[in-house]
């Protein structure tokens, strides 16, 4: 059985950082991805994150902010967000293994989500 567990969230003013952490067991993980939820809105996809960690991917809103990286041997990927606005308030949710790459990911595990919350 695959379970995803994401730890990390909290609660920080502007400008602040925080590191999220997604923890998978019962596989070996391929494509690691992170997504968010803010209240009322769609979830949105943040980034991925290859295998080998040759590729990554942001959405243009988290560019030159966000940084996901995988560290294999723990089978563990992060987020680490910087100079985090009260717009990047959301549930944060990681992912794994996507059947279609990274950019356009289709993935097939998927963790509870941790909250984040900027305060102005």
């Known amino acids: 059985q695959v379970q995803l567990v994401e730890s990390g969230g909290g609660s920080v003013q502007a400008g602040g950082s925080l590191r999220l952490s997604c923890v998978v067991s019962g596989r070996i993980v391929y494509e690691g991805g992170w997504f968010r939820q803010a209240p009322g809105k769609e979830r949105e996809y943040v980034g991925g994150?290859?295998?080998?960690?040759?590729?990554?991917y942001y959405v243009d809103s988290v560019k030159g902010r966000f940084a996901i990286s995988r560290d294999n041997a723990r089978n563990t990927v992060y987020l680490q967000m910087n100079s985090l606005k009260p717009e990047d308030t959301a549930i944060y949710y990681c992912a794994a293994d996507s059947t279609s790459g990274i950019e356009y990911p289709e993935y097939r595990y998927w963790g509870q989500g941790t909250q984040v919350t900027v305060s102005s």
């Open positions: 994150i290859t295998r080998l960690s040759s590729k990554k």
